[in-house]
């Protein structure tokens, strides 16, 4: 057979391993070589080469190599846990900045208990053993599970179009990870695990910097935030997939969306309320990364202060870019528009300043096709019961207000923050929830397939590690706006879109990762969705929609 590999075509025999076929390119690699695609679909380093095409491989700085090697981290650990606290619970709760929070529900967590079993985890690494996919036929899955008494990967068993169960050994230990594990324990050169709060916190290296940890930045605010939704999930009994299935499946799910709905406008109203116990305060800032519901949470928001006696208004960052002349370059030339020197902070403080001392302005409208700033009569004043919201990139960079005092600002920063897991070791990303919500809005409301907007995402991603993540521990107040059963409704419009591209796009590893992740939900259907819901900016029907 001929396979393609950088650009070069080479003659391979039938059932020729990757590794064994180019095994000196992986050795002599300056990054780690975790993986490899073949016809853009990821696949692990002792692929068997079934038929011709193109070959990669996949090292640490990819972002699928990155996540590979965090499944393999996650099962190296749970094997540690297993062997030296037998019948221990440990699940994964979810990830902070390259890093992972996990808990163990029957094991209390001491700095000797991390020590046992990191000296467990460095002898699995220093043997480098092998990673074994085995499989079986659904019937005999049925009986392993009934003999095992387990969960792990049991949701395979659901899912038709799926003709064997597959499970992960490495010794006599077996898990379940959705997606590829790294084909033996040797790769984990680079982690950190530490005692932190009631759990341990797992540390490993980012795509960037692929060969070191970096510095440990805590976000206890984050922390906080996924901690109290983690908590109330709990309580409901309705923490990961497995859960939400079985209650979907018992036609229960009516009453747990109310619940999740009552969840949001508890939060949102406690919001509003301690911002109208302090007079002080005149200028509310948002700020989140995309597809977080800001549109949405703003307009809920300013319901809740109404009733609080506050009128809101509203004044937007976007017409206030400086003219475009002067709009800033990115490293490719190309116009900045995310920079914090893309807006006019000197005009919109100068405004900002006069609406707080009462006086009156003439707020600019942003032309984007000339790109300048046009005058139209547009007064705008505030009165003594009114505050202004502000929602953008930048809200909460103290550098976009620089001349409002601290005191008048009420800075919200909002987001998805995923705590559903599809089971205690395969956590939902958070990044992947926005995805699916981003590929749905863009198609609904803006014409663009999903392929468009997975092309884009990487540079979105860039712009909220530069401008938004950064300052997100500076908010007075954090929101979650996920909600737990969001993607059991999103998928029946997300998987058409996904299934538009096919395995000749480079797109199409990442396209089969979402669809093997949105293969396990159960449907819900739309009318089951609130009209006032956050999730209703998704997928329509919204009845703040003008």
């Not at 000296?119 to 003999?147: G, H």
């Not at 299934?499 to 979402?514: A, C, F, M, P």
Request: hydrophobic share 35%; aromatic share 10%.
């Amino acid at each position: 057979m001929q396979i393609e590999y950088k650009n070069i075509i080479m003659d391979v025999k039938q059932g020729t391993p990757v590794n064994q076929l180019l095994s000196e390119e992986i050795r002599k690699a300056k990054c780690k070589i975790i993986a490899c695609k073949f016809n853009n679909e990821i696949k692990s380093l002792n692929y068997k080469i079934k038929s011709g095409g193109k070959l990669e491989l996949i090292d640490l700085k990819d972002k699928d190599g990155m996540r590979i090697y965090r499944r393999g981290l996650v099962y190296i650990i749970s094997k540690a846990f297993n062997e030296v606290y037998p019948g221990a619970l440990m699940t994964i709760n979810y990830q902070l900045t390259n890093a992972m929070f996990c808990t163990v529900d029957n094991l209390e967590i001491t700095n000797e208990v991390i020590k046992n079993v990191k000296e467990r985890i460095q002898q699995i690494v220093e043997q480098d053993l092998p990673i074994e996919k085995r499989f079986m036929t659904k019937e005999e899955a049925v009986k392993f599970y009934e003999k095992e008494k387990t969960l792990k990967g049991k949701l395979q068993l659901d899912l038709k179009q799926k003709k064997e169960v597959t499970l992960y050994y490495c010794e006599n230990y077996y898990n379940y990870f959705y997606g590829v594990l790294p084909i033996s324990t040797g790769f984990a050169e680079n982690y950190e695990i530490t005692k932190y709060h009631h759990g341990f916190m797992v540390r490993y290296p980012s795509n960037e910097t692929p060969n070191e940890i970096s510095k440990f930045h805590d976000t206890p605010k984050l922390f906080a935030t996924l901690e109290e939704y983690d908590e109330l999930h709990k309580i409901l009994n309705i923490n990961t997939l497995y859960k939400l299935n079985q209650i979907i499946k018992s036609n229960k799910i009516a009453e747990y969306i109310l619940l999740d709905e009552a969840l949001h406008e508890k939060k949102i109203g406690t919001i509003a309320d301690n911002i109208a116990k302090n007079k002080n305060i005149k200028l509310i800032a948002i700020a989140g990364p995309s597809s977080s519901g800001k549109t949405t949470f703003a307009k809920r928001l300013e319901i809740q202060l109404r009733l609080n006696g506050l009128k809101p208004v509203t004044i937007s960052v976007d017409n206030y870019f400086v003219e475009r002349e002067d709009t800033p370059l990115d490293e490719d030339g190309k116009y900045d528009f995310e920079s914090i020197h893309a807006i006019d902070t000197k005009l919109l403080n100068n405004d900002l300043l006069k609406l707080l001392n009462g006086e009156e302005i003439e707020a600019p409208t942003f032309n984007f096709h000339t790109g300048h700033k046009e005058y139209k009569g547009n007064k705008m004043k505030l009165a003594s019961d009114e505050v202004l919201i502000m929602e953008g990139i930048h809200c909460l960079n103290d550098e976009l207000t620089y001349l409002i005092p601290k005191e008048q600002k009420y800075k919200i920063y909002i987001s998805a923050l995923t705590v559903l897991n599809i089971d205690y070791y395969n956590r939902i990303s958070t990044t992947d929830t926005r995805l699916i919500r981003r590929i749905v809005r863009d198609y609904q409301f803006r014409g663009y397939n999903a392929a468009h907007t997975l092309e884009m995402w990487s540079s979105v991603n860039r712009g909220e590690q530069n401008n938004i993540f950064k300052f997100q521990e500076e908010a007075d107040v954090m929101f979650n706006s996920s909600l737990i059963y969001e993607l059991s409704v999103l998928k029946k419009y997300a998987i058409p879109l996904l299934k538009e591209i096919d395995s000749s796009s480079t797109l199409y590893s990442e396209t089969k990762r979402l669809l093997s992740m949105l293969s396990y939900f159960e449907d819900i259907p739309d009318e089951l969705v609130p009209t006032h819901s956050l999730l209703r900016e998704f997928i329509g029907g919204s009845i703040f929609r003008d």
